[in-house]
């Protein structure tokens, strides 16, 4: 029997393309780079893996007329049309879970690299600079207060680390989490007011797009730390660069970014921000789980199995 055609539209780590290689006839990103070839197979294509910030419009589908099944390897999906996929009754995957610990990790690390300015400090030795004089004072974290946008699975994970340094935590959310004892705010603006380091780690898409604006980073104030592990659309990142730049808030860890891997210059330049290449779930072995997840999603569907992790838009259809 042939195998199932796949499209595979995110650039994928060898381990992955070797078991989509060995169970499907893999097109790879042909779409992007080879429109002509793209249009000879696409008639034949029933399924695209793509990652968890790959673009899947409804018009990309439309050229899909024998497509089956969406399977993401991340598990943000807000690059695919999923209201266009559910029309057509194709179900998309994710990969949820497997990631939790990292993205959490990487969130405290951000606000302890930002508070305690590590990257500026490790510069400061390898310049030199320590024989003419001790590094400037910093931020202390543990006990401090911490707001959490999206309390999420991952978003609960960040709150277990916080508790441990001793930190308050409150959230904001679409609504208040009966089953968790952390204080709720009704907005961002409002949690922002009150806590010392805000972290972003809500889903991307319309729906939070700018989220964290002028108003709630004048709330969060001069001594207040943005940290983003969530999506660069979820900041409106002109706003959060003048912040920085007129020390109306005191810092920034950023993972993601609006138009990445392109970074503006403005922040670049910034010495009150730490940067990172979008590595919230960059480690070997959650990557690993992560490819694992993807393909068995592929796997099942063509197998007529149900969905290890289906999005839950198509569960709740
Ligand atoms: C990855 C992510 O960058 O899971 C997500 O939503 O943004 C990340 O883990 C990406 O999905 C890897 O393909």
């Known amino acids: 029997m042939s195998k199932p055609d796949v499209l595979v539209a995110a650039k994928f780590p060898p381990y992955l393309m070797d078991k989509l290689r060995r169970d499907f006839t893999v097109h790879e990103r042909l779409h992007e780079t080879d429109p002509a070839a793209f249009a000879a197979v696409a008639p034949k294509i029933r399924a695209i893996a793509c990652g968890g910030e790959s673009k899947v419009p409804r018009a990309l589908m439309e050229q ?40 959490a990790d990487l969130a405290i690390a951000l606000m302890l690299a930002a508070a305690r300015r590590i990257p500026q400090a490790d510069r400061y030795v390898r310049e030199n600079k320590w024989p003419g004089g001790p590094f400037p004072l910093a931020r202390k974290m543990s006990g401090a207060r911490l707001g959490i946008v999206g309390l999420g699975r991952i978003g609960q994970a960040i709150a277990q680390r916080a508790a441990a340094f001793g930190m308050s935590i ?36 319309a729906g939070t797009a700018r989220m964290i604006n002028r108003e709630v980073l004048d709330a969060l104030g001069p001594e207040g730390y ?15 660069i003048a912040a920085l730049q007129e020390g109306r808030i005191a810092g920034a860890g950023l993972d993601v970014f609006d138009g990445e ?3 503006p210059q403005a922040l670049r330049d910034l010495d009150n921000v730490v940067l990172t290449p979008h590595i919230g779930s960059a480690t070997g072995s959650t990557r690993q789980a992560m490819a694992d997840l993807t393909h068995a999603n592929l796997v099942a569907h063509f197998a ?10 198509w569960q709740a259809r």
Request: proline share 10%; net charge negative; glycine share 6%.
């Open 64 to 103: 899909l007329p024998a497509l089956e099944m969406i399977s993401v390897q991340g598990v943000g999906y807000d690059g695919v049309d999923v209201a266009a996929a559910l029309e057509r009754k194709v179900p998309v995957s994710h990969t949820p879970n497997v990631l939790n610990d990292d993205v």
């Open 170 to 205: 409150a959230y904001t959310a679409r609504s208040q989490k009966k089953d968790q004892p952390y204080a709720y705010y009704p907005s961002a603006a409002a949690l922002a007011a009150q806590v010392d380091f805000l972290v972003v780690i809500t889903p991307g898409g």
């Open 226 to 240: 943005l940290v983003n592990v969530a999506r660069g659309s979820v900041v409106d990142q002109e706003a959060l």
């Open 261 to 263: 891997p392109q970074v």
């Open 304 to 313: 007529g199995q149900p969905l290890p992790s289906a999005v839950p838009e």
